[in-house]
């Protein structure tokens, strides 16, 4: 967001959201042994949020105040994408792992799986 409010470079805010959001989305895929399933819905909240953050941005810098609803609705929906995945990642762990039947599997990175 600073790359692009205070220096006004909208290519590099664009990478550094596509750049952290692919690491996000590598740690989210290596660390957790997930159904199919569970792991695309952690992906798109994952996904969802810094979408949304990157919209509300753009709107303010395009449309600038008179957009201001607009904006704060997309940030609303920002953090509320952001607080629906911890709280699908902290339900997941909390159950001792996935649908899979797999006794904490979910719920501990691949190191600790036997």
């Not at 006004?8 to 660390?31: K, N, P, Q, S, W």
């Not at 753009?58 to 995945?85: D, N, R």
């Amino acid at each position: 967001r600073y790359v692009l409010l205070e220096v006004g470079c909208r290519e590099a805010a664009i990478a550094g959201v596509v750049v952290f959001g692919f690491v996000a989305e590598t740690l989210l895929r290596l660390d957790l042994s997930l159904t199919v399933r569970e792991l695309r819905r952690l992906q798109c909240l994952l996904a969802a949020g810094p979408v949304c953050a990157s919209a509300a941005t753009f709107v303010l810098i395009t449309w600038g105040h008179p957009q201001a609803q607009v904006v704060e609705t997309l940030a609303f929906l920002a953090f509320f994408f952001h607080g629906g995945f911890i709280l699908a990642l902290t339900r997941l762990a909390s159950t001792g792992g996935s649908s899979k039947g797999e006794d904490l599997q979910g719920a501990l990175p691949r190191a600790f799986s036997s």
